[in-house]
């Protein structure tokens, strides 16, 4: 069980008319989040792309629990819950700087080789970068 | 049991290094899909901010199973599931051109006084339109 | 000279807690009026870069008049001004529904070899397609 | 002249087919600068809201000199160039880790009564605040 957490700072362009947090919005926050917690492990997904892997998300989901507003500085606890196969799932907890909980979510990607766009293992070097940790 | 079919083009801003459209896109193509349901019953989401009601979002799921990318023309189908209560339940489907599955979702809404910001019952006229349909 | 008129119905994730449409937003709403000008026209965007051209923005300017709202449906008249010629520039003007002016502004983009990322002319294609009209 | 430099990560949502960050991202690039300039100043975007102005963008110019990719950290260079009337402009460059220039513009505000959403002068504090740097 690897986790991370990153404050991001609410955007005045990321809310809505009803002055919270647009709900697609954490979608971006929750990238954020699995990002900087592969970089904290010595992982970075750029990396990851540029030889080769590409991860698209085949699954989101998220209860909304209290609205975030502008300004806000929301922290993003993300967990990566399982040892990877060609599958990460990501989980995850947001709250604001009262620690009230906003929202938790859970994000799944999916390891393809960006040739074949076929689903494939992660690459040695990543599992690896894991087990050593 | 309300359906809607719309569609929504995909705009060179919306997708990503991938080439495909990013997943958190697809909140606001749910969003549309909604709204132009209940545009099609004769209901105005506008509207019922105007006479005093909020609705966010409190539950959000989507399953991904192909991307779509840009310039292809969407098929949102969005589906009104249940007699409304305080919550709206809707379920989606998005198909590309081909016909072929993009991803299956469902938003659930709550139904919240603006002024009170408690949850609440949706207006009566609304349940009496839905239920003269 | 080359026009085009499209409608855009403002999404709920467009607006900012002000209850306007955000700043940003326009610069997509741009892009799908130079686009569809383009459809109108018998030339497809992608189709460019399908056949090896990019059209990076070089330059963007907009005049805010007046603020757009949730729902609203939004003309946006897009003009060509000129011959092309490595540049294509767009001019705009946004009107809402009371055919009031909301904005004004241009977008300048530059005709890329994909492949060696060079400033080059129009493809032969685009410009045949153009004096024909 | 009051300056400020910012520091912004590029999320993957945040670029387009091409690879680039999107033209329009940079409108929240821009708002994330003038924000944290304010902020270094002691001011805060939001309490002006809190107490009763509003901010509209009237004006919008931006330059792209060189692209910005996923994961590039943007160095978001802002100004407030003049001493603020009911207008306040700012002017921006934006640097990527190689100290590259990526874009130049500006915005321009417009402090506005959110009650009667007329024009107005900067509240006091405000510019009290500004006279005593």
Redesign the interface.
């Known amino acids: 069980m690897y986790s991370n957490t990153h404050k991001i700072?609410v955007?005045?362009?990321?809310?809505?008319?009803?002055?919270?947090v647009?709900?697609?919005?954490?979608?971006?926050y929750y990238?954020?989040g699995r990002?900087e917690l592969l970089r904290s492990l010595g992982l970075?997904?750029?990396s990851l792309?540029d030889i080769g892997y590409?991860l698209?998300?085949?699954?989101?989901?998220?209860?909304?629990k209290k609205?975030a507003?502008?300004?806000d500085e929301i922290t993003v606890v993300t967990l990566l819950s399982e040892n990877p196969s060609s599958k990460l799932i990501f989980n995850y907890e947001c709250f604001n700087a009262n620690k009230e909980l906003l929202n938790i979510g859970s994000v799944t990607l999916i390891f393809v080789n960006s040739k074949t766009k076929k689903v494939c293992s992660p690459p040695k070097i990543f599992l690896k970068k894991l087990n050593s940790l």
């Open positions: 700072r955007r005045y362009g990321e809310t809505d008319k009803m002055g919270f647009y709900y697609g919005v954490y979608a971006q990238e954020v990002v970075s997904y750029k792309e590409e698209p998300v085949i699954d989101f989901q998220i209860k909304y609205p507003f502008y300004d």
